[in-house]
């Protein structure tokens, strides 16, 4: 996603020259293409205001903290050191990458989906409605936190619904390619929508923006 780190920070010179900091990049929190009441009344302003500038920034924050210290560990060989951050990793950079999708494919503007994009929904569900019965009740059925998801297996090339727990990221942990996600965290609707997730996860097919999930079964189709 975003972040990726080109080379190792430290790299050994010749001539006495021993260590050389290297550019490298970090996760940034990536804008909105809407303002934060946009998707209202769907979810609300202030929601959309915690998650985005709250709850996705504490993941940037964190994520970026984990490599730093991932890539100390490395650079002193720290075998025990660099195992021990794997949950953070998994949790702070999967808060990220969730996220991220998250946002790209909500829209206060309805858009369709692609004729292909219809198509695989219809021959891997029977119909949209069964798709939708299906992804709903995926999400609603996370215990605890997680993640609804609408993924692709790109060896059997067949869309499948998914749960995911806490911020665990669908390509990493399953192999699947997201195309949509639902964050069933409370976070994402409890100010809203209370205890009741099944309103939240029903609503929230009014704001999403099929051209960007389109555009993902593309790129999922494609590689
Ligand atoms: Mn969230």
């Known amino acids: 996603m975003a972040t990726k780190i080109v080379k190792s920070l430290f790299k050994s010179q010749p001539l006495g020259i021993l260590f050389t900091p290297q550019v490298r990049y970090k996760a940034t929190l990536p804008s909105l293409k809407f303002e934060y009441h946009d998707l209202e009344p769907t979810i609300s302003r202030e929601i959309m205001e915690i998650h985005h500038q709250k709850h996705h920034n504490t993941y940037v924050v964190n994520y970026n903290n984990t490599i730093e210290k991932l890539e100390s560990a490395v650079s002193k060989g720290d075998t025990n050191t660099i195992i021990s951050l794997e949950p953070a990793l998994r949790f702070n950079g999967g808060g990220h990458i969730n996220h991220t999708i998250f946002w790209e494919t909500l829209s206060p503007c309805s858009s369709q989906r692609s ?34 998801w609408l993924g692709y297996n790109q060896k059997n090339k067949k869309l499948v619904t998914i749960s995911c727990p806490n911020q665990d990221p669908l390509f990493a942990t399953t192999g699947l390619y997201p195309l949509f996600g639902i964050d069933v965290w409370e976070h994402a609707y409890y100010l809203q929508y209370k205890n009741v997730r099944a309103d939240y996860v029903n609503a929230i097919f ?16 494609s590689q």
Not at 124 to 148: I, M, R, T
Not at 206 to 221: L, T
């Open 115 to 148: 004729s292909d994009l219809d198509k695989a929904i219809i021959q891997s569900f029977g119909s949209f409605e069964a798709f939708k019965n299906n992804l709903s009740a995926a999400s609603v059925a996370v215990q605890g936190s997680g993640w609804g």
């Open 206 to 221: 009014d704001v999403i923006n099929w051209e960007a999930v389109s555009k993902r079964y593309n790129d999922a189709i």
